[in-house]
């Protein structure tokens, strides 16, 4: 006669993900690729010889059309709505472009109390209907058998790209106007903590079942600055949530700030791939759930074999603690080999 499943065997990958950032019980660890999941696929690359990054991110049926295609070659646990954190400055009057060799260039810089009156502050959200239409399609398609989540850059991050005009090593305008110019920087603060506190309420209406913040650049601030840029202000942003749905904070390169983290309020911490995850496991309460943390350049020209060691490791690290979702450690590099994609889920999905 054969065994009746266990709950956690019958979980879809929705479930299994949600439990997981609700540090419960499943089967084997969920498993997503961070954003940019799609980037290495070649279907992805043939879509881009026809449109450009801003064009798919601005079309719904496009930029669900990415979306979906980890998910269909790969059956991740949870796909992410392909979309970009600079539609947020954009929204709120301040656009962006990608240039060959520059990165991301802003349409203008913000050094000035004047240039605060070139945003289009009131009813920013409703510009980025796109986003909630992609997400609706999405939604239909996942038919609730994938966790769909939604995202935002953090305050400081996109603070960042607006007073630097756009990308920048080690964004050294940004972190000068953040110490010349307190008052403004505050001001800044505070129109992307709102901003983004009603597109992430627009996202969970839309359908996403869970919030990713990422805070890519709170690892520039000193330690001593961290509160004051950072954390506070996601941590409002947790707040005003509301638990709605489970929200992960992603803050790389942020290893001296553990208290700070661990005080937003999120369901979950990403782990970036240059710290230790158990040792990070040791430093987050247990009713927090851990999302890491390969190193995703591992993912580029190393053999399967070395992929396998590395994934391996993280989930001997991880083994038998509830609310851990393996992911890598930052975004997927855009040539990543496939294989190398498929050793990984491979090797978690047989623990």
Known sequence: MQESKTIEQRLSNRDRFLRACRCQPVDYPPIWMMRQAG????????????????????NPELAAEVTLQPICRFDFDAAIIFSDILVVPEALGQAYRFSDGEGVIMDFRIETEEDFK??????????????????KLVKSELKNKTALIGFSGSPWTLACFMCEGGSSRNFENAIRFSSERPELIEKLLSILTDAVTEYLLRQIDAGVDAIQIFDTLGGLLP???????????????????????????????????????IDLGANVIG??????????????PQHIGIQGNLNPDLLRNNSSDVVVSETRSILNKMKGKNGFIFNLGHGLPPDSKIENIEAVIQTVRSL
């Open 223 to 261: 330690p001593e600055r961290f509160y004051e840029l950072s954390g506070k202000w996601m941590k409002k942003i947790v707040r005003r949530l509301n638990g709605i749905v489970p929200v992960i904070v992603f803050s790389k390169g942020v290893h001296q700030n553990w208290d700070t983290l």
């Open 118 to 135: 070139r945003l289009s502050i009131s009813n920013s959200c409703e510009r980025l209907e796109y986003v909630y239409d992609a997400i």
């Open 271 to 284: 782990i970036d791939h240059y710290f230790d995850i158990s040792k990070a496991r040791e430093l987050i």
């Open 39 to 58: 980037r290495a696929l070649p279907e992805y690359r043939e879509l881009k010889k026809k449109y450009s990054f801003v064009e798919i991110v601005r």
